[in-house]
């Protein structure tokens, strides 16, 4: 059966299918894309040898009836080309086991969305069709989405990212030179970056330019993250309780459609920095979207998550406060938890992972010894050197891939936080001559 997705703010009358979601980003009404009813896992999927066997008829279930199998199987193997290590933690961290998502080329989780994504669009243009994808970003979305996108034949990437505001690593990964893919520095802060792509969107100068998004609200991103949960479980041999360092909430909402799925879980943990919306919501409290607070674990600073929306319509505060654990983690904390996972049982976590850590530390004793815990670690420690030495006092082993990044051209666009200056260069890419 089809699977069809409908707006969170619209009726279920009024559906698309995936390609079209995938195009479109943002749902009719200003709501999110879900699926009207989630797919059951295919039979034997836990018998899959490999994480790409796992993930191609997995995907296959959800995307079938638009993508001839041949193609999809070529885009799933093309994207997820790299290992999903499921790894155990020693000393008193036994039963604790982490599941590593940043084996891929741009070192964090968002590869897995982001390559995908990408071919799958790809494979669904028409001949001679171009797309313009936009992104904002702080962080690791954007050199996921330029990694994953760079020369994907009929898309071109526009990528914004604030002026000083990233690390020294994360500036390197956005800006080396990538065939289709235009970085520009924005003179600005995060907030305008993401106005300037809004606006692109709606600005009429524009109307002939097929723009669309790859930020985290786009349903094509969502799917493959659900397929890490199931691997997950294959490793760990029985349902698991499984922590999830969460900003956006995008993560946690593909392992959501995991469970409903059919993945048996013994629960979520939601695991936040400082900036504790989710937490809060599920705790029963009056908790509002609020501006984002600056933490160490940057890419999880998010006041008003972009899927929080998607998760109360797919399950209700009801379920969702049954299902799911929260726990806000504070900076002094995160280094606490990086120091005491390395001092105990030779891990060095990034700070993300390290929120996920201790807020499994501080529910352990509340928990039932026997089950085995998942905590998805979301990025390499490799991306945070700064705070890796600050916490165990020295760096961690940097990876060839990422070394690689600092001998390779660079090429980055100054612009003023202004719509016109988004739309020139936007133009520019299209003017008949440039082709
Ligand atoms: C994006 C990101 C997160 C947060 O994921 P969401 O899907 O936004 O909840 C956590 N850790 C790292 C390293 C990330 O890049």
Redesign the pocket.
């Known amino acids: 059966m089809a699977v069809r997705y409908q707006s969170t703010r619209g009726s279920s009358a009024d559906t698309v299918g995936f390609v079209e979601a995938l195009h479109s980003g943002l749902a009719p009404h200003g709501g999110l894309f879900v699926p009207v009813s989630v797919p059951g896992l295919p039979k034997g999927w836990q018998a899959s040898p490999t994480f790409q066997a796992l993930a191609q008829t997995v995907l296959a279930n959800w995307l079938q009836d638009e993508y001839d199998s041949t193609v999809l199987q070529r885009s799933v193997s093309d994207a997820l080309n790299f290992p999903v290590p499921v790894v155990p933690l020693e000393g008193p961290w036994e039963g604790v086991h982490v599941l590593e998502l940043f084996h891929g080329p741009t070192l ?3 590869d897995f969305g982001a390559r995908t994504m990408a071919r799958l669009l790809a494979a669904s243009l028409e001949p001679g069709e171009e797309v313009t994808i936009m992104v904002a970003t702080s ?3 954007g050199s996921a989405v330029a990694d994953g996108f760079s020369g994907i034949p009929g898309v071109r990437v526009v990528l914004l990212y604030p002026k000083g505001q990233v690390s020294p690593t994360q500036e390197r990964q956005l800006i080396v030179e990538r065939t289709g893919v235009t970085s520009l520095r924005v003179d600005g802060t995060f907030d305008d970056c993401q106005r300037m792509v809004k606006g692109a969107f709606a600005d009429s100068a524009l109307s002939h330019v097929t723009l669309s998004s790859a930020n ?1 609200i786009n349903i094509g991103r969502l799917l493959p993250q659900s397929l890490y949960y199931l691997w997950g479980r294959i490793q760990l041999g029985a349902p698991g309780l499984v922590c999830v ?8 909402t593909a392992a959501i459609l995991a469970q409903l799925g059919g993945l048996d879980v013994r629960g979520f943990v939601a695991a936040h920095n400082a900036n504790r919306f989710f937490p809060d919501y599920l705790a029963g409290e009056d908790a509002e979207f609020e501006a984002s607070v600056q933490t160490m674990s940057n ?2 600073d ?1 006041g008003a998550p972009s899927n929080f929306e998607r998760l109360e319509w797919l399950l209700g505060r009801e379920r969702l406060s049954a299902t799911i654990r929260g726990v806000s983690v504070s900076d002094d904390e995160t280094l606490d938890s990086m120091a005491r996972v390395f001092n105990q049982s030779g891990y060095v976590a990034d700070p ?1 992972t390290a929120v996920g850590l201790e807020a499994i530390r501080r529910l352990r004793g509340d928990l039932d010894a026997e089950v085995p815990i998942l905590v998805a670690s ?2 390499h420690p490799a991306k945070f050197p700064e705070s890796v030495r600050r916490a165990i006092g020295r760096e961690p082993e940097i990876p060839e891939r990422l070394a690689a990044f600092w001998n390779r051209p660079i090429e980055v666009g100054d612009i003023p936080a202004s719509g016109e200056a988004l739309r020139e260069v936007i133009l520019e890419g299209h003017r008949p001559d440039a082709y």
Do not use: I, Q, R
């Open positions: 964090s989780f968002k962080g690791d979305t985290s360092p969460s900003g956006n909430l995008g993560n946690l890419a999880m998010v993300h979301t990025a």
